[in-house]
């Protein structure tokens, strides 16, 4: 996991402004450097839906949250305009989820982002589990 207190202080007030949303979703940073981040969390009971499966919102919140901080490493911020997710494969109660998310594109104005949820086994395998697109829409330089 990422050293907390090596993150920049923007990313550092970033995180505390979305607590709430790093706990509800129990998200944990694993790397953020530019451009790039990767979060992991466990599916919590409370997402799992009558099927047994894990509620889609949260594969597409992993990696929105990830956007944001990606683009946060890059220096800037911005907001969700647009995020299209497909799902892959179904996830459970407790299992292990890990994303990975990539700036693809950046312009003054709007910034196109790549992800990728997957469901990591007990020996560290992953499984593709959901993978999107997202267009943010830049507000401002962070540094």
Do not use: W
């Amino acid at each position: 996991m990422v050293d907390l207190d090596s993150l920049s202080e923007e990313i550092q007030s970033g995180l505390v402004a979305d607590q709430g949303i790093m706990e509800t979703f129990g998200l944990e940073m694993v790397t953020i450097d530019q451009g790039v981040c990767e979060l992991t969390c466990d599916v919590p009971d409370e997402l799992i839906n009558a099927k047994g499966f894990a509620h889609g919102s949260i594969a597409f919140a992993v990696m929105d949250t990830a956007c944001a901080y990606a683009l946060r490493s890059a220096g800037v911020s911005g907001v969700t305009i647009h995020g299209d997710t497909h799902f892959v494969r179904g996830a459970g109660a407790g299992d292990r989820l890990f994303a990975r998310v990539e700036i693809v594109s950046r312009s003054h104005r709007l910034a196109t982002l790549r992800g990728e949820t997957f469901l990591v086994g007990p020996d560290d395998e992953r499984q593709l589990s959901a993978h999107g697109s997202f267009v943010f829409k830049l507000r401002s330089q962070t540094n």
